[in-house]
């Protein structure tokens, strides 16, 4: 696999951390950098890390998790979402979902980077060394993250308490489309 390809198909992963990366900023409003860095960091690292765990576990079991990987990642983008969505249009005594708090960032994390699993078994099929095209990865999904963060956090201002709903049916229709993708034609 040449140099090219890694760098193309690392973009393509990195398009949804930079859609939910958008969406958290869009949400939070103001992302503190210490904040930015650390999202960055996790959507990066599971960006890297799950291409290993699809290369390792091979062709046996990949093809189990391949037949619903999509439904994980639409079920936890859409929970999330529907409480974005719920949490805005209540009143402020309801709780936000903070991307950073407890499990939300490994929810997050896992979810955005399912694809990169699938991807692992590319990997191990083509017999692909990992560690050119895992940097590749994990660096340009850090900083798509980066920038969807400062996006989302830059245009929030320019948005009403509807933000958080638009935030909430986006990280839906992230779901929806990670599924819809999946289907057979």
Request: proline share 2%; hydrophobic share 60%.
């Given at each position: 696999?040449?140099?090219?390809?890694?760098?193309?198909?690392?973009?393509?992963?990195?398009?949804?951390?930079?859609?939910?990366?958008?969406?958290?900023?869009?949400?939070?409003?103001?992302?503190?950098?210490?904040?930015?860095?650390?999202?960055?960091?996790?959507?990066?690292?599971?960006?890297?890390?799950?291409?290993?765990?699809?290369?390792?576990?091979?062709?046996?079991?990949?093809?189990?998790?391949?037949?619903?990987?999509?439904?994980?990642?639409?079920?936890?983008?859409?929970?999330?979402?529907?409480?974005?969505?719920?949490?805005a249009t209540q009143?402020?005594?309801?709780?936000?979902?903070?991307?950073?708090?407890?499990?939300?960032?490994?929810?997050?994390?896992?979810?955005?980077?399912?694809?990169?699993?699938?991807?692992?078994?590319?990997?191990?099929?083509?017999?692909?060394?990992l560690a050119l095209?895992?940097?590749?990865?994990?660096?340009?999904?850090?900083?798509?993250?980066?920038?969807?963060?400062?996006?989302?956090?830059?245009?929030?201002?320019?948005?009403?308490?509807?933000?958080?709903?638009?935030?909430?049916?986006?990280?839906?229709?992230?779901?929806?489309?990670?599924?819809?993708?999946?289907?057979?034609?």
């Open positions: 696999m040449d140099l090219y390809s890694i760098v193309f198909i690392a973009i393509g992963l990195a398009m949804d951390v930079f859609s939910v990366a958008a969406v958290t900023g869009f949400t939070l409003k103001q992302v503190p950098l210490r904040q930015a860095v650390k999202i960055s960091l996790s959507f990066g690292s599971f960006h890297a890390l799950m291409p290993v765990i699809g290369w390792l576990i091979g062709s046996t079991i990949v093809e189990v998790i391949a037949a619903y990987d999509h439904w994980v990642a639409f079920l936890l983008l859409a929970f999330v979402g529907g409480r974005m969505i719920y949490g009143e402020k005594n309801v709780e936000k979902i903070n991307i950073i708090k407890g499990y939300n960032l490994l929810l997050f994390s896992v979810a955005v980077s399912l694809d990169a699993l699938a991807l692992g078994l590319t990997f191990y099929l083509e017999k692909v060394a095209p895992l940097a590749i990865i994990g660096v340009i999904a850090f900083f798509f993250t980066l920038a969807g963060l400062s996006i989302g956090s830059r245009t929030s201002r320019f948005f009403g308490k509807g933000v958080e709903v638009v935030g909430g049916v986006i990280l839906i229709a992230i779901g929806l489309r990670i599924v819809l993708t999946h289907m057979p034609s």
